[in-house]
């Protein structure tokens, strides 16, 4: 039910009994010779100058602007300083510039004649093949001999495609298992280094 003449509804009466809503409650009346509070700024904070400059009170000239010599006056250039060396060390040679007299010759370090490492079971340096991708090559591809291609090894190449295609395809298990062989066992490529992990 509204009312007519506003199409708002009625308020609800309350009677003096009834606790009421906090937002129907009277406001509470400030002690007599209280001012309203102001809740702007102090009269104290609006003079302090901080507050009339960011209020814009009063314009500030802009700061001047850094010296700048009169054009086409030689201006000398600004000096360039040295460093200072280090003091030399008061107790010799460096010790850490030292070699290590127990370090012997490392047989794994890369070498000029071996950029991959050695094989530590063989002493003979690794391929510059990878064994994970020729094992992978192998038996994703190995129907096309792929994996051996990469290897160098043509022949096996062309032969496990020639398998593949005169078998109808059943001759996809030959490079299948010898993709697994690659990844698995110790392969070597065509100058019989070992392939690099």
Known sequence: MSN???GQPPSPQWE???QQPPWAQPTPSLPPGAQTPDWGPSAAFQSAPDYQVAAGRF???APPAPYQPPYGAVVP???QYAPTPYPPNPYGT???GAPNPYAGPNPYAPSPYAPYGVDPATGLPYSDKSKVVAGLLQVFLGGFGVGRFYLGDVGIGVAQILVTF???GLGVLWPLIDGI????GSPRDKSGRPLHP
């Not at 062989?181 to 698995?184: E, K, Q, R, S």
């Open 77 to 79: 250039a600004p000096t």
């Open 166 to 168: 005169l078998t109808f």
């Open 4 to 6: 007519s003449a506003t």
């Open 59 to 61: 314009d500030d000239p």
């Open 16 to 18: 003096p009994g009834d």
């Open 94 to 96: 460096n010790p850490y």
């Open 181 to 184: 062989v690659l990844l698995a």
